[in-house]
């Protein structure tokens, strides 16, 4: 589907051998981290991009609530994934994070109508080089309730929690257009190495910590 196209299926091919040696020098690079790394400052002290009452901003239909996610979404969920993704979505670098993170299902959350699942968002572990953060993804919303301010909703209802919880950076690989209004800004190249090709212009972060830098992987 379209919106599906306009998000990880946009990311050009950085294989080896279909990017004229891309991926290899961004492997390579030395990383940019701050000077801050070692501050133990750094890492209690969370810079939100994202305030909590931005949360406020984005307005649902009618009808439409949100929750916390639960056991019993989970068949609802899969199939929302399998029509805005399809199969490809496994061959994606942002799924190989999360075959190896752990969930962070407290915040994970659903939107409801007339009981049907209409949309999902979901959070997973990880860290850059010891230092823990926080994967979005996957956000998909139900085609037939495209643009109704649903995605939005969801993502701000879930990263208000974040916030308050202290438990940024959120990290996501999708369209900064899109984000951006709920905090999210592209990670400066060479910042952050991900187990996979990623379009830099795509890899966005929120409630940034400078202390966050590095090799990232799943936990
Ligand atoms: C992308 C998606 C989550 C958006 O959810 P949504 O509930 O339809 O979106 P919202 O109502 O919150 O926001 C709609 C606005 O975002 C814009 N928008 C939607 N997708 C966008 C994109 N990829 N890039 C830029 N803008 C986008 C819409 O044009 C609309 O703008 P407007 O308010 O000016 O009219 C949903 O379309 C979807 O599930 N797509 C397929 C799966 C996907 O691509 N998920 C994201 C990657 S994990």
């Known amino acids: 589907m379209a919106q599906a196209s306009r998000d990880e299926d946009a990311v050009p091919d950085l294989r080896p051998e279909h ?23 750094s890492l209690l002290s969370p810079r939100p991009s994202f305030e909590p009452s931005d949360a406020l901003s984005f307005h649902l239909p009618a009808g439409v609530t949100l929750r916390g996610e639960v056991a019993s979404d989970a068949a609802a969920i899969l199939d929302l994934h399998e029509e805005s993704f399809g199969p490809g979505r496994y061959a994606r670098t942002a799924f190989r994070l999360r075959e190896t993170a752990a969930s962070l299902g407290a915040f994970n959350r659903v939107a409801i109508l007339d009981g049907v699942l ?5 959070f997973w572990r990880l860290e850059a080089d010891g230092v823990p953060g926080v994967l979005l993804g996957p956000l998909a919303v139900d085609p037939r309730w495209k643009s109704a301010g649903i995605g939005r909703s ?20 999708g369209d900064a257009p899109y984000y951006a209004p709920l905090g999210f800004q592209v990670v400066a190249p060479g910042r952050l190495v991900l187990p996979g090709p990623v379009d830099p212009a795509r ?9 966050f830098c590095g090799r990232v992987n799943g936990i």
């Not at 209409?118 to 979901?122: A, D, F, L, R």
């Not at 890899?203 to 202390?211: M, V």
């Open 203 to 211: 890899l966005l972060i929120a409630l940034d910590r400078p202390a």
């Open 154 to 173: 969801l993502m701000a209802s879930s990263l208000r929690q974040i916030a308050e919880e202290g438990d940024g950076p959120v990290l996501l690989v």
């Open 118 to 122: 209409v949309g999902s968002v979901q």
């Open 19 to 41: 990017s004229g040696g891309f991926f290899l020098s961004v492997l390579t690079q030395s990383l940019r981290c701050p000077m801050t790394l070692s501050s133990s400052s």
